[in-house]
């Protein structure tokens, strides 16, 4: 039937009868030959072909019908934790096939009005759901409703558990696993796909084979997802990496690793850069950040030089009052460069200091300041650093309170509460503390998790300073390799999840530079116009999408988002069988014939994308459409993993893992199985700890 013009599947299995005929005369040639007056030798000859040809045409017939059956309902994909297939070569995406012309024929086939016999679900299904919602509030009649929606019931009902148009992974009849190779991650890879769809259940998968395969991950998760949490030390528990893993949350920083954002950096305008760049840059705001960007240079440099590391609170300190650091540095300074009398010159000049002789922007400094700024500014020899203290220095307090206004608020939200303690490591504390080239030395897994739910803005400073500060490892490694003499590149796994809610500015450099590095980026969300919207440039969201060379794109409800594959695929020519009937009268009376008549089938050629956008915003829960190897595209099956056996967490992760699943409410539960049919609707419904779904589908 492939060699065919038309593929026609959608059509009565005409096939079946002739294998029922050639059955029963093979039966009747073997047992009674004589009937069809053959010897018993060549009855059993005859027998045989009549079997051929019934397996042959039965097989046609089985084609046509379980086709048939795909397009109407399709179960998901499960598959157990521990068979899960691993490479070391390859990336597993799920089970599909490569979409082609045949397919999109397929599809198209589908949406013919006199084929809609063969696409709709059976009759029982739809008497079940007319019957539905008077016979909600009956347990016992909704259980049979329910049942009568099951395919074990009614094999021609679908599934309403993955929802979408079951037809899009019907149309191919020959799956196989699908595979993408680790050389095309280095090129990153974009995940796109709108709420509840299974954008996580496929972070999830690859995350899993990265674990097992030894590689560094990072698992970058904004909102705050129990199960991805609990999947990350499942599958580290089983590779035996437990005491590779490090646990960052902001959201419990009791139970947290400590993490220093701008503790680390290969240069020290880094510091100023990450911090400055929370901050708006629209309309005058721009000059505001850049003063902000200066005055926290200078009290970067000035710890640095003091031997000391810069931290958020450290910062917000000496924003909020430069003079302390001032003195520091000065003292420090003279101790080194000056002459041996300075500390008596300073004593002289702060005991002449008088607030009448002042200027109006030194009133209220203290006497010792004053008398550094004053011996420093006679003979003092130039130094950045200490340039720029005086200069901050001499600026009046209301002046300067105002030209770093911006940043004031930021630095507040980031060193308030338990927060502070996070980001702002004190000694003492047992807590460990998160070094992005420790991890990687070490080869760890680690979990971030940002709490964007509570607090944007902090979880957006921190994903973005935690975006530079991996640069700032790439750019070492790139550089200088592991330190341990050899050349050796690790692969470090990023997976950010809801990277929408963190990209900016520092998050570009790690998709276009960091791939020498051994970084391969793997990106969620669910809408491009949300990465849009973020950076506030549709250039920059352009200059993003470039530096993704893989494309997965599961279900998508924004045409534009769609078009981001849709465009990038070729046009195909798709065939149209069109009925033509014609009559005449003959025009030569006596010839015997007095009208014409003609029936013929005419293809008719016709020019389509290869997929419309409609196409992806139809896709069920679980499905995806896989842009790979440069242009090929596939449609696959995402795997749900049910795990046989999940690891025991330990107490202090487990209550973390039952508080998140009570404060983040996502009700993302629809691959779980089904809710016992005595448990009223109103309770699986609005329940975000029910592992089922709702029997309406």
């Known amino acids: 039937m492939s060699r065919h013009v038309i593929d026609a599947l959608l059509r009565p299995p005409v ?4 294998t029922l005929v050639a059955s029963l005369c093979a039966g009747v040639a073997l047992m009674a030959p004589s009937v069809l007056l053959l010897p018993r030798e060549l009855g059993q000859v005859v027998a045989a072909m009549l079997l051929l040809l019934a397996a042959w045409r039965g097989r046609q017939g089985l084609r046509a019908v379980r086709y048939q059956w795909r397009i109407k309902r399709l179960r998901p994909h499960r598959v157990s934790a521990r068979r899960i297939p691993l490479s070391r070569h390859k990336l597993y995406l799920g089970r599909g096939f490569a979409w082609g012309q045949r397919h999109t024929q397929r599809l198209r086939d589908t949406l013919r009005p006199e084929l809609q016999p063969y ?3 059976g009759r029982l299904y739809r008497w079940a759901r007319r019957k539905e919602t008077e016979w909600e509030h009956k347990p016992v009649l909704r259980w049979i409703a329910h049942r009568l929606r099951q395919p074990r019931f009614n094999p021609l009902a679908p599934l309403p558990a993955i929802g979408g148009n079951p037809a899009l992974h019907g149309v191919g009849l020959h799956e196989q696993d699908v595979w993408m190779n680790l050389d095309e991650r280095v090129g990153h890879t974009l995940v796109l796909g709108t709420t509840r769809v299974g954008k996580t259940r496929l972070a999830e998968l690859l995350i899993a084979q990265d674990i097992r ?9 904004p909102k705050g997802d129990a199960d991805l949490l609990k999947r990350v030390y499942t599958e580290a528990a089983a590779a035996g990496r437990t005491s590779d893993l490090l646990i960052f949350h902001l959201g419990f920083p009791e139970l947290s690793a400590r993490y220093n954002a701008i503790g680390r950096f290969s240069r020290i305008t880094e510091v100023a850069t990450r911090i400055a760049n929370q901050l708006p840059s629209q309309g005058n705001s721009a000059a505001f950040k850049e003063f902000a960007w200066r005055f926290v240079n200078i009290i970067a440099r000035a710890l640095v030089s003091l031997g000391e590391q810069p931290d958020f609170e450290r910062i917000r300190r000496y924003i909020n009052d430069i003079e302390p650091l001032f ?9 080194i460069n000056g002459d041996e009398e300075w500390q008596e010159a300073v004593e002289a000049l702060a005991s002449k200091v008088s607030s009448r002789s002042m200027p109006a922007a030194m009133r209220g400094r203290q006497r010792e300041a004053i008398g550094l700024y004053q011996y420093l500014q006679k ?15 001499k600026y009046d307090r209301s002046y300067f309170d105002k030209i770093v206004s911006s940043v004031g608020p930021l630095l507040e939200k980031l060193c308030s509460g338990a927060v502070a303690e996070l980001l702002s490591p004190k000694p003492g504390d047992e807590r460990p503390i998160l070094d992005w080239m420790d991890v990687v030395r070490r080869r760890g897994i680690v979990y971030v998790g940002l709490d964007a739910l509570s607090d944007t803005t902090v979880a957006g400073a921190v994903g973005n300073a935690m975006f530079a500060d991996l640069v700032s490892v790439a750019g070492y490694l790139y550089k200088h390799g592991l330190g341990d003499g050899t050349d050796t590149v690790p692969t470090i796994s990023l997976h950010a999840d809801e990277f929408n809610e963190l990209i900016g500015d520092e998050f570009m450099p790690l998709l276009n530079k960091a791939g020498g590095a051994g970084f391969q980026v793997t990106a969620y969300t669910q809408t491009w116009s949300d990465v849009e919207a973020r950076l506030g440039d549709s250039a920059k969201a352009g200059q993003v999408a470039g530096n993704f060379n893989s494309l997965v794109m599961m279900r998508v409800k924004e045409p534009a988002t769609a078009e981001m594959l849709t465009l990038q695929l070729p046009t195909v020519d798709v065939l ?9 009268d003959s025009s030569e009376p006596g010839s015997g014939v007095d009208f014409r008549s003609r029936n013929e089938d005419r293809i008719s050629v016709s020019e389509v994308s290869l997929l419309s956008v409609s196409d992806l915003v139809t896709l069920p829960k679980g499905q995806a459409f896989a842009l790979l190897s440069g242009g090929q595209l596939w449609k696959i099956r995402v795997p749900l993993v049910n795990p046989a056996k999940e690891a025991t967490l330990p107490r202090d992760l487990s209550a973390m893992a039952a508080q998140m699943s009570r404060q983040y409410v996502s009700n993302d539960h629809w691959y779980r199985h089904e809710d016992p049919w005595w448990i009223p609707v109103a309770t699986t419904t609005n329940s975000n700890d029910s592992h089922g779904e709702d029997p309406s589908g």
């Open 15 to 18: 096939e079946l009868w002739t």
């Open 119 to 121: 696409v709709t679900p």
């Open 213 to 221: 395969r030894g590689d560094i991950v990072i698992v970058i998760d």
């Open 327 to 335: 003195v520091r540095y000065a003292r420090y300074h003279l101790m």
């Open 379 to 393: 003979h003092g020899t130039y130094e950045p650093v200490l340039d720029g203290l005086m200069s901050t220095f």
């Open 576 to 584: 149209s069988l069109m009925s033509v009937s014609a009559v005449d």
